[in-house]
């Protein structure tokens, strides 16, 4: 049966009608760090994402990639450039649950900050229980849970916010090698069932083959845009198939060289 991420849902036109549903045109952010001296994050960034896509996002360490997503969110604003997004909820690094409360109750936590009851909320968030891998978790605390499933309720509690666009901040970069196979193939699967747009931050280049409809390539810091490459391979994918092979290698090359050629 086509998902709907197959099936990509038309984008709705917005800010200025660029046709896209996330476009980032020339974007600039510079930190002023406390003893003065400037830290440009990113340079010129122009991107776009059509609405039910998930674009990946790769580049070495501080180049970029979670002030990137932080713009998206509006934590921050650019110094230069325009953007347009749908309203968009972060999901950081770390998992940020809290630890006194239930995975049910963690997950539950977007609905209550918007202001649904308790039982509405643990109500919605345990429907989407079963559907996540979750089932039988809902009580446990989340000290009692494996990493790779900390990352489920977080991922929930993100999915529950309602908002159209999920940014990921390297979310199974912690995770041990098999967990994070076994999470991207959970995350394909959850994002059938449940389609959004999706900016995912990875420094894994085959994570985002395999996961994604396009990945952009930033330069070292400042991050300049050296590739956006269309993912144009029929899900599910796999790791040993020789065309994601292929483009892992390409994706690689042009990481190594910081060009297309
Ligand atoms: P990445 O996610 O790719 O590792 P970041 O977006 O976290 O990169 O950071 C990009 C660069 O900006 C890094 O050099 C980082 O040290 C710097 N940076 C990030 N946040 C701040 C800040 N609040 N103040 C000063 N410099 C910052």
Redesign the pocket.
Known sequence: MPTQLQSRAQPPTFGGGTGAHIALEGVSRT???RNGAE?Q??AEVSLRAGAGELLAVV??????????L?LLCRLQSPDRGSISCPPAVLMPQHDLLLPWLSALDNAALALRIAGAKRAQARARAEGLFVELGLAGFQHARPHELSGGMRQRVAFLRTLLSGKPVLCL?EPFGALDAITRAEMQEWLAGTLAGEPRTVVL?THDVEEAILLADSVVV?SP?P?RVVAQLEVELARPRRRTDGDVIALRERALAILATGSQS
Not at 59 to 68: V, Y
Request: aromatic content about 4%; charged content about 20%.
């Open positions: 930190y002023s760090a830290v994050a990113l580049g070495p360490s501080g180049c970029g990639k979670s002030t990137l932080e901040d931050v930033l810091r991050g």
